[in-house]
């Protein structure tokens, strides 16, 4: 073999090798379960798309059922559905809503692409510090590092409302126009349009909306207790939930601005 030739086959081989790498190392990245079912009620249809080319078949509606990138969730009438990320983070996914799932195992770490319907999502902090996190929709990209905030769709409009923490939202068609959101404020976007001036909201306002309700009709808290977990079965670790009912920044004077959101504190709007 000529130096020449030696030294060709060795690029080749190298080239090879890396390119196996990557393939291992994306096949492994999509095996990972991006999130898991807490719980569900009413109608939930969950879809995954074959590996072999197939028609998209269904999965069961099962507590501590993994979820993985690609995965379609769609909720009809009467339908709730809580699930739980790796970290803890929750999401309430409301009845006529059509979400699916994207890899958060990945930067940029996208959680879930929300087609339409009404989603409420708690990100937790990680150590106190924040934990950054993408939600996109049809016009939208909303960015977070660790709060509460409800994504509302129809159509070609995007409504975020923030009731702890802050989030960024840019449009896809404006990108470098970003709003910032802080507690008691919403904003809406729409198709080939920037997003609006934030708007103040009354506490509580979307909580009707994703409160599950008990037998004797009395409200329960938003999202699942960590208690309910089953770690052993879904593979994630113990404690990925979080108790309570968000609700909206208890004692806040919903007609004071609770913090400078960057953009018309004083203004209001109706959600």
Request: charged share 20%; proline share 8%.
């Amino acid at each position: 073999m000529t130096e020449v030739n030696l030294f060709n086959w060795i690029i080749t081989t190298v080239t090879l090798v890396f390119i196996f790498a990557l393939s291992v190392t994306d096949v492994k990245s999509q095996n990972l379960p991006s999130a898991k079912i807490l719980s569900s009620s009413g109608s939930v249809q969950i879809t995954r798309s074959s590996t072999n080319g197939a028609e998209p078949y269904r999965i069961g509606i099962n507590v501590g059922e993994k979820l993985f990138a690609g995965d379609v969730i769609k909720t009809g009438f009467g339908g709730r559905l809580v699930i739980a990320l790796r970290d803890g983070s929750q999401a309430v996914i409301s009845q006529n809503t059509t979400v699916e799932i994207k890899d958060a195992n990945n930067s940029p770490r996208t959680i879930f692409n929300i087609l339409r319907g009404k989603t409420r999502i708690k990100i937790e902090r990680l150590g106190g510090k924040p934990n950054p996190y993408r939600i996109t929709t049809p016009t939208t990209v909303i960015a977070v590092r660790g709060t509460i905030f409800d994504v509302f769709v129809s159509g070609d409009e995007t409504r975020v409302f923030v009731d702890e923490g802050e989030v960024s939202v840019v449009s896809l068609f404006f990108p470098e126009q970003e709003i910032i959101l802080t507690p008691g404020f919403f904003t809406r976007v729409k198709k080939d349009q920037p997003p609006q001036s934030p708007g103040l909201f009354k506490p509580g306002r979307n909580n009707s909306v994703f409160n599950p309700v008990s037998s004797n009709g009395a409200g329960r808290g938003v999202f699942d207790n960590p208690s309910q977990d089953n770690p052993g079965k879904s593979g994630f670790p113990n404690g990925s939930g979080f108790p309570g009912n968000s609700g909206n920044a208890p004692g806040r004077n919903p007609n004071v601005a609770p913090g400078n959101s960057g953009n018309a504190p004083g203004r209001r709007g109706k959600p």
